[in-house]
């Protein structure tokens, strides 16, 4: 399957079009929870909802949400760094990577893990935002199957420093399944020998009130 991988800086767009993206990675998150039986869009929401394509079903929940309206069988959430939400999690929930030791290594952004998606659940990836100035950090890559698995995503963070933004969208939302092993990556462009806040907005989806402990 093909894909876009362009950051655009948050300066470069108006409240109207975050608000699309993120109801962009919302719609991709509740279409893919469906496939993945993570929850399901009851036939009484979307007519023929099985019956689409999967362009299609992403573009009937996204005209879907413009109305107001939210799946009665999945919920969302904020990702959090702590184990209800991502397997082998580190024990401080915050958004660092490890050390930058080395420029040019790319370094996990979950401190010194890698993560995995829990058992039921779907991790959507939308934006990112480094907070940790000057900022140490220029390559952002998410991968599958973890720190040498295949590359699903590569965004150049140096395109939101060169406008003094902190912020950017993807142009695409990057997806896991449940189960899923994989990273998320930042290189080192300043050896600092520190943690950097790269801070990634994600959301997670589950059953709709599921019995998972947060």
């Given at each position: 399957?093909s894909?876009?991988?362009?950051?655009?800086?948050?300066?470069?767009?108006?409240?109207?079009?975050?608000?699309?993206?993120?109801?962009?990675?919302?719609?991709?998150?509740?279409?893919?929870?469906?496939?993945?039986?993570?929850?399901?869009?009851?036939?009484?929401e979307?007519?023929?909802?099985?019956?689409?394509?999967t362009?299609?079903?992403?573009?009937?929940?996204?005209?879907?949400?413009l109305?107001?309206?939210?799946?009665?069988?999945?919920?969302?959430?904020?990702?959090?760094?702590l184990?209800?939400?991502?397997?082998?999690?580190?024990a401080?929930?915050?958004?660092?990577?490890?050390?930058?030791?080395?420029?040019g290594t790319?370094?996990?952004c979950?401190?010194?893990?890698?993560?995995?998606?829990?058992?039921?659940?779907l991790?959507?990836?939308?934006?990112?935002?480094?907070?940790?100035?000057?900022?140490p950090?220029?390559?952002?890559?998410?991968?599958?199957?973890?720190?040498?698995?295949?590359?699903?995503?590569?965004?150049?963070?140096?395109?939101?420093?060169?406008?003094?933004?902190?912020?950017?969208?993807?142009?695409?939302?990057?997806?896991?399944?449940?189960?899923?092993?994989?990273?998320?990556?930042?290189?080192?462009?300043?050896?600092?020998?520190?943690?950097?806040?790269?801070?990634?907005?994600a959301?997670?989806?589950?059953?709709?009130?599921?019995?998972?402990?947060?």
């Open positions: 399957m894909s876009i991988s362009v950051l655009i800086p948050i300066g470069s767009m108006t409240l109207t079009d975050q608000k699309e993206y993120r109801l962009k990675a919302l719609s991709a998150g509740f279409a893919r929870s469906h496939k993945s039986g993570v929850g399901k869009i009851l036939p009484e979307i007519s023929g909802f099985d019956s689409l394509g362009q299609a079903k992403i573009n009937a929940v996204y005209q879907k949400l109305t107001g309206w939210v799946p009665h069988e999945i919920d969302v959430h904020e990702l959090q760094n184990a209800a939400d991502v397997t082998a999690a580190p401080v929930n915050d958004w660092l990577t490890a050390a930058l030791a080395v420029v790319a370094y996990s979950f401190q010194a893990v890698n993560p995995t998606v829990p058992a039921n659940k991790h959507v990836y939308w934006k990112v935002s480094v907070e940790t100035v000057p900022p950090v220029n390559w952002l890559t998410f991968r599958t199957q973890g720190a040498v698995g295949n590359v699903v995503g590569l965004f150049d963070l140096s395109m939101l420093y060169t406008r003094q933004d902190t912020e950017g969208y993807f142009s695409e939302p990057i997806v896991y399944d449940p189960t899923t092993p994989y990273a998320v990556q930042a290189t080192a462009r300043i050896a600092t020998g520190l943690a950097a806040r790269v801070i990634l907005g959301y997670v989806f589950e059953p709709a009130n599921t019995t998972v402990t947060r």
